[in-house]
């Protein structure tokens, strides 16, 4: 599956790259910002040497100048890389199904095609894009949050690992409970479009026979379906925030009681308490958006196989000129042989 997904980057191999080399370097230097705070209010303001406060306050801004020119660059070269990939995968879908037989339309129907044609391929491109800018970043700006914690106070940042592992658990159980209702969600797509379609493409029929609010009922009977899986899929979802809250509210109040004792004694700095809140929020963002991309990978991954099915898949039609066996007799077999009308046989 991922060979072949693989395989529909073509072109867009070179943004993919320069939009991951831009993400990476976003999040290096973001991580360095609260290292050059806590140098302002250390070096600068508790000492009150103004010379360092405009020095280091030239250089944050540098930082910052820079990271957000690595952020713009990383966000367009995504979207670049992202909608050319669906584009591709459209592509691909399109040209094999123009191959399709009858009985390949069946096995997928109609509206099904429609569905991973439209809703599947975008669910591959939000998650492509995804890919390159946040699931590079959420695990990179969480080890390097994680190692600069422990490189200021091993104690405080040891908070962190509790606050990891308990924000782990809620999530996986999260993400777990709301796979299902997701994967669910797919099928009833394709029961909505297969209601419009049948309404609109046999319109002059529901209109002869007085059928509107038979199809009415039935348009809404599926679209209730999806409402109804959608509400108990994004319920489930709604829970990231309140837990996030908690956690990070939770250990703001750990690290300011344990620091507000070690300033007292010494122990720290004013300025390694700024950079610790800082890298605080850095972590438990990056668990917020881990979770956020498994959720959109376990929707993605329903929507990849359901693509890659329609790409893989054989045509029945043969071409009547290789199918067709002449026997002794001088009699032609026909079975199972299927041609267009502007092919004539001899």
Known sequence: MLKTLGAQVKEFKKPSAIAAFCTVAEVVLEISLPLVTAAIIDK?????????????GFFMVCLAAASLAMGVGAGHFAAVASTGFAKNLRD????NIQKYSFANIDKFSTSGLVTRMTTDVTNMQTSYQMLLRMC??????LISALVMSFTINARIASIFLIAIAFLAVILGIIIWLGMKYFSEMFKRYDDLNASIQENVSAIRVVKAFVREDFEKEKFGKAAGNLYKL???????????????????YGCMIAISW???????????TTGNLTSLFTYCMNILMSLMMLSMIFVMMSMSVASAKRIVEVIKEEADIVSPERACT?????????????????????
């Not at 590079?136 to 700006?141: K, N």
């Open 230 to 248: 959608s509400v108990k899929a994004e319920k489930i979802v709604g829970y990231n925030n309140p837990v996030m809250n908690l956690t990070v």
């Open 92 to 95: 691909a879908m399109y040209k």
């Open 326 to 346: 002449v026997v002794r007799d001088g009699s032609v077999d026909f079975n199972h042989v299927y041609f267009s009308y502007d092919k004539k046989l001899h």
């Open 44 to 56: 600068g303001i508790e000492a009150g040497h103004l010379g360092n406060v405009f020095l280091y």
């Open 136 to 141: 590079l970043r959420a695990p990179i700006t």
């Open 258 to 268: 344990l620091s507000a004792q070690m300033i007292v004694g010494g122990t720290m």
